[in-house]
């Protein structure tokens, strides 16, 4: 996890008239880092244990997981609260759904959840897939899976090959569990200090959407880890000297970085990544879809702006394998 730390060289030199230290920081261009958005998403089901391994074939730094509990209090690995967007669960529980027509992940037992046939993420309303190119809709055999689990797979295949990929887990809408008597964080932590993710150096990485949460884990349950704010709107750019009290990087949407064109179609870059940088915040943007470009020209073109003149400091992509080869290419 050190490469993640900011580096920096201390240039120190006394002043002959004022015979004060002066001390002068120089930042050292860190390694770009790789990580695989709910795993190889961009070719198997997102969140699956075959979407992880593929992502883990592909030698990326970290493996994301979404993390929402079950009824009893299992930590699993989802993107959403809810369940129908990526599985069968309408067939299987026709009755679970809640007022608002939805069927939270929460209302069910672990042991029900395994029931349930996991997909590529498509449309209520249409039953087409989101992403039409990737892997058809419910085909093959997918199942949800428990934090642990893939914790485990991850750990054994760092054993069996010798690498060593991390893990960079998100606890999603703490609120949302707390409203429902569940601490997310609190059983979020006990399992990764089970299984030895308690520093900076344990090659795990922490992120939440929830500024007062992420705060809490720094200082409520004085956590160790490696701590990513994830952000999304534009007010959250003014807050960075407040998130570098607590938070190691930030985690932006792509578009709060690169923001449009000029009138001469060159691409803007904002000042986040340069202000993040000021605040010794590591920046590591979402997401990065080779099938969802966003007005680039080409995967490369997005790439290259991102990271070397933006200069990004990591990727959330659903195609590592992609941004991999891109930059061992440059």
């Known amino acids: 996890m050190s490469r993640f730390l900011a580096v920096l060289f201390v240039l120190c030199f006394m002043s002959c008239n004022t015979n004060k230290i002066k001390i002068k920081e120089v930042p050292i261009k860190s390694e770009k880092v790789v990580i695989a958005h709910r795993g190889a998403s961009g070719y198997l089901p997102e969140h699956t244990l075959p979407s992880k391994a593929m992502a883990y074939a592909m030698n990326v730094d970290f493996i994301e997981q979404d993390i929402v509990l079950s009824k009893d209090n299992v930590p699993f690995v989802i993107h959403d609260i809810h369940l129908e967007t990526v599985t069968n669960v309408a067939v299987i529980f026709p009755n679970r759904n809640r007022n608002d027509g939805k069927f939270y992940a929460i209302d069910f037992t672990f042991d029900e959840l395994k029931q349930l046939n996991v997909s590529e993420r498509f449309d209520l309303a249409t039953n087409e897939a ?5 892997f058809p809709i419910f085909k093959s055999n997918f199942r949800l899976h428990s934090f642990q689990e893939e914790i485990e797979m991850i750990q054994g295949l760092n054993k069996s090959t010798g690498k060593n990929i991390g893990i960079y887990p998100e606890i999603k809408e703490p609120e949302f569990h707390q409203k429902e008597g569940k601490d997310i964080s609190k059983i979020v932590l006990d399992v990764l200090t089970k299984y030895g993710y308690k520093t ?47 938070a190691d990087g930030i985690g932006p949407w792509i578009e709060q970085i690169i923001t449009g064109k000029d009138k001469n179609g060159k691409w803007l870059i904002s000042d986040l990544v340069v202000n993040a940088h000021k605040n010794n915040l590591k920046v590591h943007a979402y997401t990065f879809r080779a099938d969802q470009l966003g007005g680039f020209n080409t995967f490369e073109e997005l790439l290259n702006i991102a990271l070397y003149e933006a200069n990004i400091d990591g990727v959330f992509t659903d195609f590592p394998d992609k941004v991999i080869d891109f930059i061992n290419k440059n």
Request: aromatic share 14%.
């Open 200 to 246: 900076k150096n344990d090659n795990c990485i922490l992120q939440c959407f929830d500024a007062k949460e992420l705060k809490r884990i720094r200082d409520k349950f004085k956590s160790e880890l490696f701590l990513v704010q994830l952000i999304e709107f534009e007010e959250e750019e003014l807050k960075l000297e407040e998130f570098a009290e607590y």
């Open 130 to 134: 989101i992403f039409p190119k990737r």
